[in-house]
């Protein structure tokens, strides 16, 4: 046991996250990185965030996050780590009956309670959603953009999930995929130098079957799969018009086949997912 213990790291408790946590909100609220760290958003940036307009894939993944929010009228809405607002904020705050934005950055939530001022339905905490701080619960729907990769432990996060929401209550997720082996690689190499690394856990295949098998996965989309590889289509001599023709195609099979082939889902970079409590 000594032996085990010694090759497999101790998975950090609720209070372990709590104290992370703490640094994750001093991070937020300073946006202080270091050079690896800033080198490694301004290539994601300049290089996945053009592919993912160009082919069209941000848009519609958006459109199906509404799709998938249906009629908010009658429900209480999260917005787990939501920051200053992230791009369907406004949208879930001015539609749904109740809506909580909550993230740890009282920086952010300062502003984004500004933006909503004028919807009496909608306020704006910051809080650890780990906390006993954070007393709200029977959401109808939590809408996590890019938030629950920020977890190491995941069956704490789960519970805390499922402890939150109503029955049949709905998790729509956007997060970040570690289970292509390029990518892996990559990030295998930067995560020594990375500043936030402490809050980065992109999902393996372990995390999205803890997923899977807690909740029902009602649909599902992988992105950034083939459609990655559009960075080295960009350095061939073809024309703006031949390259966005063939980034879409790509981005179309990635979407169609992650809906059905854990093969295909496993070689992408983001999942999006529609979850349900069971």
Same mark, same amino acid.
């Given at each position: 046991?000594?032996?085990?213990?010694?090759?497999?790291?101790?998975?950090?408790?609720?209070?372990?996250?709590?104290?992370?946590?703490?640094?994750?909100?001093?991070?937020?609220?300073?946006?202080?990185?270091?050079?690896? #760290?800033? *080198?490694?958003? /301004? @290539?994601? +940036? !300049?290089?996945?965030?053009?592919?993912?307009?160009? =082919?069209?894939?941000?848009?519609?993944?958006?459109?199906?996050?509404?799709?998938?929010?249906?009629?908010?009228?009658?429900?209480?809405?999260?917005?787990?780590?939501?920051?200053?607002?992230?791009?369907?904020?406004?949208?879930?705050?001015?539609?749904?009956?109740?809506?909580?934005?909550?993230?740890?950055?009282?920086?952010?939530?300062?502003?984004?309670?500004?933006?909503?001022?004028?919807?009496?339905?909608?306020?704006?905490?910051?809080?650890?959603?780990?906390?006993?701080?954070?007393?709200?619960?029977?959401?109808?729907?939590?809408?996590?953009?890019?938030?629950?990769?920020?977890?190491?432990?995941? #069956?704490? *996060?789960?519970? /805390? @999930?499922? +402890? !939150?929401?109503?029955?049949?209550?709905?998790?729509? =997720?956007?997060?970040?995929?570690?289970?292509?082996?390029?990518?892996?690689?990559?990030?295998?190499?930067?995560?020594?130098?990375?500043?936030?690394?402490?809050?980065?856990?992109?999902?393996?295949?372990?995390?999205?079957?803890?997923?899977?098998?807690?909740?029902?996965?009602?649909?599902?989309?992988?992105?950034?799969?083939?459609?990655?590889?559009?960075?080295?289509?960009?350095?061939?001599?073809?024309?703006?018009?031949?390259?966005?023709?063939?980034?879409?195609?790509?981005?179309?099979?990635?979407?169609?086949?992650?809906?059905?082939?854990?093969?295909?889902?496993?070689?992408?970079?983001?999942?999006?997912?529609?979850?349900r409590k069971r």
């Open positions: 046991m000594q032996i085990l213990s010694s090759i497999i790291p101790e998975m950090k408790t609720t209070k372990d996250i709590l104290e992370t946590n703490k640094k994750q909100k001093e991070f937020y609220n300073t946006k202080k990185k270091n050079w690896a #760290t800033r *080198l490694w958003s /301004r @290539l994601r +940036e !300049k290089t996945l965030k053009g592919i993912r307009q160009n =082919s069209g894939m941000q848009q519609q993944y958006y459109e199906l996050h509404k799709k998938w929010f249906g009629d908010l009228s009658t429900k209480k809405v999260l917005d787990l780590g939501c920051y200053a607002g992230n791009t369907l904020s406004l949208y879930l705050a001015e539609n749904a009956q109740s809506y909580v934005g909550l993230d740890l950055s009282d920086v952010a939530i300062e502003k984004l309670n500004k933006r909503l001022d004028h919807l009496p339905n909608a306020k704006a905490i910051a809080a650890d959603f780990l906390s006993e701080e954070f007393q709200e619960t029977h959401f109808d729907l939590i809408y996590a953009y890019g938030v629950l990769h920020h977890f190491e432990n995941t #069956t704490v *996060l789960i519970e /805390r @999930l499922q +402890e !939150k929401l109503t029955a049949q209550g709905t998790i729509i =997720s956007y997060d970040p995929l570690e289970t292509s082996l390029p990518i892996k690689m990559l990030r295998t190499l930067y995560r020594p130098f990375q500043s936030d690394a402490a809050w980065e856990w992109p999902f393996t295949k372990k995390t999205y079957h803890q997923f899977a098998k807690a909740f029902h996965i009602e649909e599902r989309r992988g992105i950034l799969g083939k459609s990655k590889w559009i960075v080295l289509i960009n350095l061939l001599p073809l024309s703006a018009a031949k390259k966005k023709q063939i980034a879409q195609k790509w981005h179309q099979q990635d979407w169609n086949e992650s809906a059905v082939s854990d093969k295909s889902l496993f070689k992408c970079m983001h999942v999006t997912m529609k979850m």
